[in-house]
């Protein structure tokens, strides 16, 4: 039982507020995702989570004790670094049986289970190599190993699979999250690759300059955000934002089209929709077609709506050129609204 | 042609001034110590070899170094480690520590034998304490014991310092994300020390210790000050060749027998301590 709760956990960096009061629990056997753009704090949340940096200010709790006191080898786990960290001075064996030393298992149960963990990570013939005979992808894998190997309650990684080929990734991401799940490890897991986040995770929490904007299944976060950086963040292409203006109350005109929307006492508030959520017809929002991207199994679609950028993707067999002038009906389930001063969902 | 030649010729200065300052003279020292009146011979090395004193030299040298090197090298560990543990005024105690590394050798003898001195500060201290009534000869001729103590005292003094800072350079080039990974997968601060610290020192180990046990072996000031002829060491019975016994040939080959057992500890040193192209930093 390994539930993690993180308790208004604050971190200033001197004057620099690197994380904001964050408030998160992660199940036990959760497979939780931190996703957030460069520099959002997501690497300093896990080191505090693991015990490398002292919050400023909160609580930090692993199965039911608080662990926000003690030194990181007493708090039951393991971490995949973002830089390695691969010891220089020992073979890749040796780095994966570290911990494992450490808690001076019997040799043959040490032998056993590097072997194991570095099967599973393509790294078996690579055992008796130096970190610097090594290529940073390899080096990497073998960051994970030594992780996998302690077989840990807790797992923290730190964009683990960040400098493997598109081919390797998609491998070795399945392969975690089949080993992660049988082991019934509790997984903190820092990307910001969205697709890596979206297929992996539980739960997704959304990281944004120091907060958490949203912590949600993945199915959630990209259906609902809850707020407007979510949506614009997550999704590829994102989503769309329009002002509306207020046509009544509970109703809205967006692009010349009105639209039933939530009742505010705003005068103009923000409408989303996400680019595959748009019908082609005889009505809907006037649009300019700038660019047209054939993607295969669709159509990107880029336009000007009301002198703003505005995506779409429709059916490939659709017949759309450069100028032409198109109606783009939203899904009326799918539209989302946002209030344009405090960026949250309405 | 251009690219390639720079390098060489602007090491030429240094090495033409190597070659005129050190590699002539320590040629001519080496001549020297090869012949006599004018023809090559090995009676030199004889002389210096069946001389009563040459063993009991060679002994207290290497027993000198043997006891006061091993505990320098974990002295300057100790040294090392705190400040570069300090947060803040760290290079105010890098300095601190490195002040005897200011004074050269013979003040540190003579300093120290102001303290053992029969008037000196110990025995002023002991009789002003009451734990004795008349002055004690530290250093007499019958106490060799406590000469070869306040000998290896003056020299942990006054050398360790360079170890340390040595090694405190070495520790600042451990990355830190290596002692991070050692403390997540359950390294304790003393397996730490030893899995990762004194593995990645080696290099600095290795110029440490070398360097070190070089001085060593030419140890002599300190040893002048504090115990005069009473612990000959190789370099003194060199210099009383050269000076009391007036004959330089032997002076010369004795020279060379203290570089000879120099290079031949600096070549087991490099080998023990060889860190592996692939295991470096
Ligand atoms: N030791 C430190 N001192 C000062 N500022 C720091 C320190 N560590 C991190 N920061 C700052 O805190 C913020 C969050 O850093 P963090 O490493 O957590 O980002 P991240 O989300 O992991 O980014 P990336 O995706 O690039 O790894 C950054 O703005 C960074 O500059
Ligand atoms: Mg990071």
Redesign the pocket.
Known sequence: MAEIAIKQVAKR??G?T?LHSIDLTIADQEFMVLL??????????LRIVAGLETPSQGEVWIGGRRVDHLPPRERGIAMVF?NYAVFPHLTVFENIAFGLRMKKLPQQEVEGRVNRTAELMHIEQLLKRYSGQLSGGQRQRVAVARALAMEPDVILM??PLSNLDALLRLEMRAELKGVLAASKTTTIY?T?DQVEAMSLADRIAV?HQ?HIVQAASPVEVYRNPAARFVGSFIGNPPMNFILATKAADGSWTVAGLTLPGPKSDKQTIEFAIRPEDVDTGTEGLHATVRVVEPLGPHTLVTCDVEGGLFRAILESNATVAVGDHLRLLPKPDRIRWFDPETTNAL | MHGKALPYLLLTPATLFLCVFFLYPFALVAFEAFTRDGGFTLDNFRTMTSSWKFPVTVRNTLLLSAVVVPIQLVMALLMATMVSRLAAGRSAALYIFAIPLGISDLAAGLIWLAIFDQSGFLNTLLSNLGVIDRPVMFLGYQSKLTIFIAVALAEIWRATAIMMVILVAGMGLIPREYYEAAEVFGASPWKRFIKITLPLLRPSLQTAIILRVILAFEVFAVVAALGGTNLPVLMGETYNWQFTLQDRNVAAAMALFILAISIGFTLFFLRVLRVPKEARI
């Open positions: 960096f001197g620099f690197a957030g753009a460069s520099g959002c704090g997501k690497t300093t949340l973002q730190d964009e820092v910001h990281m120091g």
